[in-house]
């Protein structure tokens, strides 16, 4: 392409078209280094050599979503895969738990009551559980195991009291949540 003066239509020095391309070289160094910004001063001139702004709009996304891929391979190639799997399982969890409280908000004071009693249920059957399982182990174990049978009853139940606990805590966030919405829903009224 030869580059011209509009005002005359003479073509440029060497000198300075050469300094010309060594800027616009540097600004589309520029503009690749800004992810997501399409249109700029150089591109203007690749919309022009693409055809139309559509096609242009287009490669830039295409673009985009390969440095994206890159980035995420490089990603996965450095952290391990046991990681990635809890970060999944995390990640489908939370989208479960939002899904439940945003189901529950929507309910009414009457199904409010209900779910008071089921907790409260819950709650009874666990403690019942963790009896029997007492009951069955201290049954089952002879004598001269009651050592190592009492250090495994602890941790047993350590872990259901944990489990309690953070079931507890999922729903009063929900109960208080519930609560929000049906205030709102009176002063709606």
């Given at each position: ?17 050469a300094?010309?391309?060594?800027a616009?070289?540097?600004a ?26 559509e ?12 440095q ?9 190639h ?16 939370q989208?479960?738990?939002h ?20 907790q ?39 872990q ?30």
């Amino acid at each position: 392409m030869l580059l011209t003066v509009s005002a005359r239509g003479l073509p440029l020095p060497a000198a300075a078209a050469a300094a010309a391309a060594a800027a616009a070289g540097a600004a589309a160094a520029a503009a690749g280094a800004l992810q997501g910004v399409c249109f700029s001063f150089v591109a203007r001139g690749k919309v022009a050599a693409a055809g139309t702004p559509e096609k242009f709009v287009s490669e830039c996304q295409q673009q985009q979503q390969q440095q994206q891929q890159q980035q995420q391979q490089q990603q996965q190639h450095h952290h391990h895969h046991h990681q990635q799997q809890q970060q999944q399982q995390q990640h489908e969890q939370q989208q479960h738990q939002h899904q439940q409280q945003q189901q529950q908000q929507h309910h009414h004071h009457q199904q409010h009551h209900q779910q008071h009693q089921q907790q409260h249920q819950q709650q009874h059957q666990q403690q019942q559980q963790q009896q029997q399982q007492q009951q069955q182990q201290q049954h089952h174990h002879h004598h001269h195991h009651h050592r190592q049978q009492h250090h495994h009853q602890h941790q047993q139940q350590q872990q259901q009291q944990q489990h309690q606990q953070q079931q507890q805590h999922q729903q009063q966030q929900q109960q208080q949540q519930q609560e929000l919405t049906l205030l709102s829903c009176l002063i709606c009224l």
